[in-house]
């Protein structure tokens, strides 16, 4: 692997929900609450905050956002993402939709659109089918809505102490059968075609924005595909690939948990970027625990 970016900018890639920003009941903070950190809202929904980052890391988010081409890289719809409000918001490049949308200062890219929607065409079913098995006899009841995402995806939010894991497994064969995935998220569960990837939007986004090292953070599988193209990646230690003992060679996984990884993570990557042009040693020297590949 070779860390030189040869003067090419880095670029850092990075998932939002659970990986920067959290909900109220996503923060899993420890310790007295007069010692808990100070925040910052991260996003307002109807009327009301909604997710929130330390004070400190946004802090550090507008350092790196200085100093690298930073790309949010979210699931979330492109009217979900613009309600989130970061440094560098509007800027540069950003991925929605789990990579169906490529936003280039705030515009969707078409010809990026017009690639997915050709992709999809013979390598997966129909979203109307997926739509159909999540709502029909095969249903459960603890699936408690069912919304579709601009037309690319299904998700639906769902009881998750009421949700058998047996329903969980015959979902995901019968997704990985007809060409989609699944990813539970707290009370989210997608199922999304497999060609609607965030690493495809990601290695898109390096390949015109001419950046050298990537560097990556995300918690769920549908962030796994960014961190393994990453030449340095990290994830907290919570969430979907947590619970997977996701590890690789060139991931580091965070000491904290919740809201404080957040922090931990920009920490992590405004590390690497302070680091001379190599931007060498790897992603074990630094604050963390590296985990062994397996
Ligand atoms: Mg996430």
Not at 13 to 28: E, F, K, P, W
Not at 48 to 77: N, Q, Y
Not at 80 to 88: A, C, E, K
């Given at each position: 692997?070779?860390?030189?970016?040869?003067?090419?900018?880095?670029?850092?890639?990075?998932?939002l929900?659970?990986?920067?920003?959290?909900?109220?009941?996503?923060?899993?903070?420890?310790?007295?609450?007069?010692?808990?950190?100070?925040?910052?809202?991260?996003?307002?929904?109807?009327?009301?905050?909604?997710?929130?980052?330390?004070?400190?890391?946004?802090?550090?988010?507008?350092?790196?956002?200085?100093?690298?081409?930073?790309?949010?890289v979210?699931?979330?719809?492109?009217?979900?993402?613009?309600?989130?409000?970061?440094?560098?918001?509007?800027?540069?490049?950003?991925?929605?939709?789990?990579?169906?949308?490529?936003?280039?200062?705030?515009?969707?890219?078409?010809?990026?659109?017009?690639?997915?929607?050709?992709?999809?065409?013979?390598?997966?079913?129909?979203?109307?089918?997926?739509?159909?098995?999540?709502?029909?006899?095969?249903?459960?009841p603890?699936?408690?809505r069912?919304?579709?995402?601009?037309?690319?995806?299904?998700?639906?939010?769902?009881?998750?102490?009421?949700?058998?894991?047996?329903?969980?497994?015959?979902?995901?064969?019968?997704?990985?059968?007809?060409?989609?995935?699944?990813?539970?998220?707290?009370?989210?569960?997608?199922?999304?075609?497999?060609?609607?990837?965030?690493?495809?939007?990601?290695?898109?986004?390096?390949?015109?924005?001419?950046?050298?090292?990537l560097?990556?953070?995300?918690?769920?599988?549908?962030?796994a595909?960014?961190?393994?193209?990453?030449?340095?990646?990290?994830?907290?230690?919570?969430?979907?690939?947590?619970?997977?003992?996701?590890?690789?060679?060139?991931?580091?996984?965070?000491?904290?948990?919740?809201?404080?990884?957040?922090?931990?993570?920009?920490?992590?990557?405004?590390?690497?970027?302070?680091?001379?042009?190599?931007h060498?040693?790897?992603?074990?020297?630094?604050?963390?625990?590296?985990?062994?590949?397996?």
């Amino acid at each position: 692997m070779n860390l030189d970016s040869g003067g090419a900018p880095v670029m850092v890639a990075s998932d939002l929900d659970r990986t920067l920003i959290y909900s109220a009941n996503s923060m899993a903070l420890v310790g007295s609450d007069h010692l808990a950190p100070r925040m910052v809202v991260a996003e307002v929904y109807d009327a009301a905050p909604l997710s929130f980052m330390t004070r400190a890391a946004e802090e550090l988010l507008e350092g790196i956002v200085e100093r690298s081409v930073f790309v949010p890289v979210t699931t979330r719809t492109q009217a979900q993402f613009s309600r989130v409000r970061l440094p560098g918001s509007g800027r540069g490049y950003a991925v929605t939709t789990n990579g169906a949308v490529l936003l280039h200062e705030g515009e969707p890219d078409r010809d990026w659109s017009r690639h997915i929607r050709r992709s999809l065409g013979s390598e997966c079913a129909p979203l109307d089918d997926v739509l159909g098995h999540l709502t029909g006899s095969a249903a459960d009841p603890a699936v408690l809505r069912v919304r579709t995402a601009e037309d690319y995806f299904v998700y639906s939010i769902v009881d998750r102490q009421a949700l058998p894991d047996v329903y969980l497994d015959e979902l995901n064969d019968w997704c990985g059968a007809r060409g989609w995935t699944t990813s539970l998220q707290g009370r989210k569960l997608y199922c999304v075609p497999a060609p609607i990837t965030k690493e495809a939007a990601v290695e898109e986004v390096r390949r015109r924005s001419g950046s050298g090292l990537l560097v990556a953070a995300g918690d769920s599988r549908l962030d796994a595909g960014i961190l393994e193209l990453a030449d340095i990646a990290i994830r907290p230690s919570h969430g979907e690939l947590h619970n997977d003992s996701f590890s690789r060679p060139n991931l580091t996984v965070t000491s904290a948990s919740g809201v404080m990884a957040g922090e931990e993570i920009l920490r992590f990557v405004s590390d690497v970027l302070a680091r001379p042009a190599t931007h060498g040693p790897l992603a074990g020297s630094l604050s963390g625990h590296p985990v062994p590949s397996g």
